[in-house]
């Protein structure tokens, strides 16, 4: 699995003009993507690291947070174009994103693990063409893969 992660102070999900997600950080915005290998316990791992990962800033201080350390949500939306490979020509293939049937339980599986663990998560609409808009807050983007 692999994850674009973004620090935000605001960051919500739209589809057909209804907001079907949104959050208010700081917390995190993290566009997910799921491959052919991927697992349910791959799913649970990377909740755990979206939980714990100390990129939030603490006023004043200069250390780091983690969204477990404060209640910061997150707004998690499933991206397969994580997966594209353009390194031949200029069109990107889709082979190691994982379809749709495939994808989609794996992450609601990482939703369903954060909720577990105490987290506020929103989320995208699965499959659907979804528009993101979001406050970087830094900017501060990091990639996640387990």
Known sequence: MRAVVQRVTEARVTVAG??????EGPGLCVLV??????TPAKA???ARKLWTLRILPVSGEGVEQ????????????????LYGDTRKGRRPT??????????EP????????????GA???????????QVALVN??????LVEV
């Open 66 to 81: 983690s969204c477990s350390d404060i209640g910061g949500p997150l707004l998690v939306i499933s991206q397969f174009t």
């Open 137 to 142: 807050d830094g900017p501060f983007t990091v």
């Open 44 to 46: 649970a791992q990377l």
């Open 106 to 117: 794996l992450v609601d599986e990482v939703v369903a693990q954060l909720r577990a663990l």
């Open 33 to 38: 993507g799921v491959t052919h290998e991927d």
């Open 18 to 23: 209804e907001t079907v997600g949104a959050i």
């Open 120 to 130: 506020k998560v929103e989320t995208g609409r699965f499959g659907a063409d979804m």
């Open 94 to 103: 889709w082979n190691a994103a994982a379809p749709g049937p495939v994808a």
